[in-house]
């Protein structure tokens, strides 16, 4: 029987009919479509006054990275209310980064930077040794950490780490996955009490070549936060 598994930075906890593949379960209210209002989506994220736009990765606001994120997250035929509510509410929150990382020193953004990769660092040792299948990507969509269970689940192809221009989590997971997960982050962004989600989820098996194939499952996104209460 299948061991849990798990992803993350957001963690992952993937249930199928062998078992759990993922840990850390927190329920966090997921809006329903339904109720998700159309607004008039704000003007484009705007450039930060800082030329290191990468690092620490809770500060991430490049608006290149957000329009090919949001042309992908369109290939992928969600509703446009769904769609409009994804675009504005990450427009707004990434413009709202880019306000505070504007305020910050660079030794601030040192300090971030860190503290983040002691905590990667601290995340990779833990999850070495685990049967649980365990990624870790930060917001910039970049991974990088994916353990041999998890690589034995789908046969993961992507370098580690990958590049933020690569797109390997959104290549990952299946449609009705990104939509809830995105959703989620659009609504509770700086919500510091949303630290998890759970979510019917599919985690494409890479070594089906000829169709897209998903293992389907609940997955528990467990999302780590840095000092100032941004998610990495």
Known sequence: KRRPSTMGMLPLSLQTQDGFLFSHLFFSPMKETEEVKVEEIPNSIRESSSNDVQKPPSLFSKPSFYKNLFSLLRSKG???????????????AVNRVISIRDTLSREDSDCMQRDFDLFLNMFKQSFDHLATPTIIWERSLVIH???????DLNGFPYKIPTDSNDFA???????????????????DFFNVSVNSMLLSAGIRDFRVVDREHYVEGILCVTIKRDMIGLPL
């Open 145 to 151: 950490y994916v353990n041999q269970a998890f690589f």
């Open 169 to 187: 989590l959104i290549h990952a997971l299946s449609r009705a996955t990104l939509k809830n997960y995105y959703v989620i982050l659009a609504q």
């Open 78 to 92: 969600f509703d446009p209310p769904v769609q409009s509510f994804i675009e504005n509410g990450l427009t707004s």
